[in-house]
């Protein structure tokens, strides 16, 4: 059986609504997303409850919980409607509470295979939008994450460049693999396996970038571009183009700043270790791509970790 044959088809992609621009964006990728895949697409929206205590209650048409989760539902249900072309299969989910908690609940009753949300909401203020929501998405999620960026491009720009980074544990496919899953078989870009190693700035002497600028032999580099190539020859079995690059500096610049420079489209990793320190810290390094990345994010849990 090849590796194809073992990934789970693309079933029900769940999208994040709250009503911003940004997630209007997020909705058109989950739809194209879900069409390519022959999925049913899930808008999924959460009425959180201090709503009603920025309003006076002097307005000439009061308005109460039911009224509001109304209001809400019907305009839910005329985004639904909007993107239902083509043959699309849509559903709606609504509940009211906390972003975060609700809205991984509502993926999980609906059995969904990829869950899209943006990264800025109504408020504008990426920190503290990404630390109440996108943030507990990414790091509770049972399935696949795609977090999109207001300033990204359409679903529907050519995927070329894909930064892959690697903690050197050989998991880089599982998060290609999903990336397959989700964009189609036919999507060949090139990818930029990378992985990052920062050096103490006492030894800043023997960074890569300055041993090979003195033209100088870098061992350490050789080491680790040797532990990569069973990861390079894997991606490259099943069809793509793989650039492997070892990058000064710690995962969060090097992987963003990498990604800048190369023009990616879409930056792919897995989230979780193998051990409850190592899920801490691959966990918050993921969170911090997300937050500063300059393309969308597809985020993946390791298969055997838990959300933390």
């Not at 509470?97 to 999980?108: D, K, Q, R, V």
């Not at 529907?156 to 050197?168: F, G, M, N, Q, S």
């Not at 800048?260 to 990793?269: K, N, P, R, T």
């Amino acid at each position: 059986m090849s590796r194809a044959d073992e990934r789970a088809p693309t079933r029900v992609v769940f999208a994040a609504i709250d009503f911003s621009e940004t997630s209007a964006l997020a909705l058109r990728h989950a739809a194209a997303i879900a069409r390519r895949c022959g999925a049913r697409l899930v808008l999924g929206h959460v009425v959180e409850v201090p709503i009603l205590a920025e309003y006076p209650i002097s307005m000439s048409s009061p308005l109460d919980d039911a009224a509001v989760h109304e209001m809400a539902r019907e305009r839910l249900e005329a985004l639904a409607n909007e993107v239902a072309t083509g043959g699309l299969a849509t559903d709606t989910f609504i509940e009211r509470g906390t972003p975060g908690p609700y809205l991984l609940e509502m993926a999980e009753k609906s059995n969904a295979d990829l869950l899209v949300i943006g990264t800025r909401g109504l408020s504008g203020l990426s920190h503290l939008v990404f630390g109440s929501t996108a943030e507990t998405v990414v790091r509770k999620a049972t399935c696949a994450v795609l977090t999109v960026h207001p300033e990204n491009a359409e679903p529907d720009a050519p995927i070329e460049t894909v930064v892959v980074p690697t903690d050197l544990s050989g998991d880089a496919p599982v998060a290609v693999d999903a990336f397959r899953s989700h964009f189609g078989e036919d999507v060949k870009p090139t990818l930029r396996l990378v992985y990052a190693d920062p050096t103490p700035p006492y030894l800043d002497g023997f960074e890569h970038a300055s041993l090979e600028r003195w033209q100088m032999p870098d061992a350490r580099r050789e080491d680790l571009e040797a532990r990569m190539q069973n990861t390079v020859e894997t991606l490259e079995a099943d069809g793509f183009v793989v650039e492997r690059s070892v990058v000064d500096g710690a995962p969060v610049r090097a992987v963003t700043d990498l990604a800048e420079e190369s023009g990616a489209d879409l930056i792919v990793m897995t989230t979780h270790g193998r051990s409850a320190l190592l899920n801490a810290l691959i966990g918050r390094t993921a969170q911090r791509i997300v937050q500063l990345a300059p393309c969308p994010v597809l985020t993946v849990r390791k298969p055997g970790s838990d959300a933390s």
